[in-house]
T-cell receptor, first 114, second 114 residues
Framework: DQQVKQNSPSLSVQEGRISILNCDYT??????FLWYKKYPAEGPTFLIS?????DKNEDGRFTVFLNKSAKHLSLHIVPSQPGDSAVYFC?????????????FGTGTRLTIIP | SQTIHQWPATLVQPVGSPLSLECTVE??????LYWYRQAAGRGLQLLFY??????ISSEVPQNLSASRPQDRQFILSSKKLLLSDSGFYLC?????????????FGNGTRLTVT
């Protein structure tokens, strides 16, 4: 049972434009959400997070939006740069699951076209 | 600063052979430690996590085991590998006492069971 879903396995975006990566979750007990970025042959690196008490969190070119009623979050990257080409994982956790455990989605491969 | 070391980077092992992957963390004390696996076309699956020496929680029943002989050392083992054990294994740590603290991953081990 995939509780965190990233339905787009891949996405291509022109350099300078906005990249929007989507994530859906099924369990309403999740209350903390994170995005990780992964380059080939490397471990994922933490990018940005959002708590369920917020609907938006911004850090430089990266913004995460949370729609709790739709159980949906998205990561916006603007402007997109070639170095943003990577696999992006959405992850979720919650007090009822033990805050130390994350449930990951299957990832979206983002390719930025120069 | 904290660093995490994971080795080997790649490993090819025959079916039925044993496995030992090691992970060490530097620059922090009492971390939560994790083993994740990324199988082809799938997300990151939590295998084991540990909140202290000798304390191991298993998320997925399988022929793998984990041990934490020292505070900052986490070992993933198997007595007899299966073909289905092939994948990308990632060790990670997080702050023990911080709720919703991000995971910090090592660079992973690519295991191919032949």
């Amino acid at each position: 049972d995939q509780q965190v879903k990233q339905n787009s396995p891949s996405l291509s975006v022109q350099e300078g434009r906005i990249s929007i990566l989507n994530c859906d979750y099924t369990n309403s007990m999740f209350d903390y959400f994170l995005w990780y970025k992964k380059y080939p042959a490397e471990g994922p690196t933490f990018l940005i997070s959002i708590s369920s008490i917020k609907d938006k969190n911004e850090d430089g070119r990266f913004t995460v939006f949370l729609n709790k009623s739709a159980k949906h979050l998205s990561l916006h990257i603007v402007p997109s740069q070639p170095g943003d080409s990577a696999v992006y994982f959405c992850a979720a956790s919650g007090a009822n699951f033990g805050n130390e455990k994350l449930t990951f989605g299957t990832g979206t491969r983002l390719t930025i076209i120069p | 600063s904290q660093t995490i070391h994971q080795w080997p980077a790649t490993l090819v092992q025959p079916v039925g052979s044993p496995l030992s992957l090691e992970c060490t963390v530097e620059g922090t004390s009492n971390p939560n430690l994790y083993w994740y696996r990324q199988a082809a076309g799938r997300g990151l699956q939590l295998l084991f996590y540990s909140v202290g020496i000798g304390q191991i929680s298993s998320e997925v029943p399988q022929n793998l085991s984990a041990s934490r002989p020292q505070d900052r050392q986490f070992i993933l083992s198997s007595k007899k590998l299966l073909l289905s054990d092939s994948g990308f294994y990632l060790c990670a740590w997080s702050v023990l006492s911080g709720n919703n603290s991000p995971l910090h991953f090592g660079n992973g081990t690519r295991l191919t069971v032949t």
